[in-house]
Structures are given as structure tokens and as C-alpha cells.
């Protein structure tokens, strides 16, 4: 069915495939339209959305909801991230099952609240104090919206944490025709409860890489939900090895699952001497810059990455190889599959982004340590404008 949409409408539909019962948020722009829309939709099935008086009300609601068991979600952008920092650091000590969309726009401060922008990528990842992991996507079609909401909530209901779906201006409010009969879905997993009759230690876990069952509070179980440091029951504690424990617990359960992790789309060419490696709205440049490239004579690999953080250093370092024998197909959401036939081809590495370059470096750290040879390149706008495929093509042609 062809439907005439933005990635709001299409993010909202995710969310509600997913089972998302609970939203709360303040109006900013330019997220306020999933605000809307969750205020709207979420009613018709049972389920709550309520506007916040501020940003700091809103998460604090949802992750309220998100421990009574309710599958929670707010949206805001980057001023309304600075607010939620705080209770972001709650929700990964108290190991809360949260989805957070940032729809990035121009800063710093109030900067350019209908400007476009992808400024808040190292933001995301350092959000709160302690420097612990996150898991964030970054759909980069209408599509995507879609099923990588669905993906979100899954993955915080299966790790209980929050896991923030990375976006901006125009990919939320840009509308296009879609076929929405394309859109996948996936399978939706609820987190791991504990057995209502027996004992319950709420942070119990047996290795550190485990995530503990969950008790919803007022239910069954005594369930304590802190701030601070804390022991596997829950309670406040100094001792250097129980705070040992949770701080490699919080940290292994994301690390330790990297691989399972990641989600990248490759389009490979054997030969390619170029990398294009994008995210987001830039990568939809970067796509025609391939295909205008390509159509030159010139020879093109592009890696568009969807999960964010943790970086799919894996992916990447297979996509260095050059010479793929074996790659994702274009539209499928898994991990990609490749394998080196032959020495490396890909001597040149392009990072388009509508930053200074935050995901390049990272890029070019992977790179480098694969081959200290490798030319990391970033085409960079901070000026409120799209990167135009032009630009990107003219480095590879």
C-alpha cells in the first residue's frame, strides 16, 4: 500500500507494533509530532500518554511506568537530552527497560530548532556521568523508522536499558510516498520476569555479562530502585567489591554482547577502493553519491550503519577487507556477512555527517588500526543544509 507519510507517523507505528503502552514528553521541536501522534494513537489501545510539564517530569514518568512493567517511550531533542541526563544515569543503574528518541537539530543551546543537524551523535554516547556503554540506533530511511523502533524496544527489554533511537529534523518531519506493504516487522520480545512465589534478589545475576529478572515494583517482589551505587539487592553500599561487581555488571551486559549488537546494511562492489560509511539522513546522500559514481565507472562500496553505539567495529573492519565475497542485500536489517578473498582493495574511506566529523573519528580509529595506510575523509555541513550527493561523489570521482 502506498502511504503518504514522515518518520514520525512511521516511528509511532513501530512503537505501537512493539507493544509501547506508556509515553510521555514535553513539546520541542522538532520531535513534538511523535508526541502528538503517541498522544493520539496511544489511547485506542489500552495505553497511556500523558504531556509532561517539562522534560525532567517526562522520563522521570517513564521510567516510573517502565518498572511497573509498561513498555515506556519519550521523544525530545537535544535541549530536552541535557534534561533527561540525570535520570538517563537512573535508568542504566537501576537497569530500566526505557526507548529515547533524540530528533538532533542544529545547536548548541536552543541553536536552530527547525534546522537540521546529526551534532548530538558523542552526546548520546556520554550522556551521563560514569562513562558506561549505550545502545543506540539510527534509521536512516522512513522504513527504518519502522522497524528499527521495533528493534529498540527489544533490545531494552532484553538488556533492560535504554536504548536511544537517533534521528533528526528532516527524517521525522520530511513527508514521502512509501510502501508501507515493504515495511518489516520483526519478532517482539518481552523481558525475562521472575517467578512470582520463591525468593527475588532484583539485581542478582550470575555472570556479569547476565541481565537480572524482572520484578515489577508493586508487584509480588520487593523491588528497590536507586540512584546509587548498590549491592544485588538493591541496597545502597560502598564496599569495593560489590561496587565492583555491579559496575562491570552494567558495563559487560552491553560490551560483552557487541557482536549481536550491531546492525549495518552493506552494499558491496568487488574491486570498490572506496568506502562510503554514513548514517542517518546523510546516508540517503550518500546512496545517489554511490549510484552517480557508479553510473561514472567508478568502483564503490557504501556501509550504512544502524546501530550507532555500540560502533560495529566488526562490520566495519569486514567491510575494510575489500573484495566481498558475501554481503547484506539492500532492505535486510541483519548483521552483515563477509569474508576477504584476496588482499584489501579499499584504500579510501569517506564519513558524510552534519557535524564536525563525531563519527569519523571513530571511524578512523578502527581504520587506522586495521591499516595505517587508509585515507579517512569527512564531508562535514554545520550550516542547517543537507549534504548534497554532489559533494560526496565529487571525493570518489
Sequence with gaps: ????????EALVRGALKAGCNFFAGYPITPATPIMLKMLRELPRVGGIGIQGEDEIASIGMCIGAAMTGMKAMTATSGPGISLYSENIGMA???EVPLVIVDVMRLGPATGGATTVSQGDVQFLRWV???GFPIIALCPASIADCYTLTQRAFNLAERFRAPVFIATDKEMITAQQTVETDTF??????ERARAPEEGTFVPYHVKKLADVPLFAPIGGAHLTRLTTSMHDEHGMLTKKPSNVNRTSRHLYQKIEAHRDELELVKLDAQEGARTLIVAYGISARSAMEAMRLARAAGKRVAMLTIQS?????EQSLRA?????IAASVEPGDESRSSVSRVGPPSITRVIVP???FGQYRLEIERVALLFDSRLEVIGVNRVDGELIAPSEIAELVL
Design 308 to 312: 550507532l553505539w555500540p560502533l560495529p
Design 128 to 130: 551521563t556521568s560514569g
Design 92 to 94: 542504566i543503574m537501576g
Design 353 to 355: 555527517e552534519l557535524n
Design 319 to 323: 567491510a575494510l577487507r575489500g573484495n
Design 184 to 189: 518489516e516487522d520483526v519478532d517482539i520480545i
Design 1 to 8: 500500500m502506498r502511504e503518504f507519510m514522515d518518520g514520525a
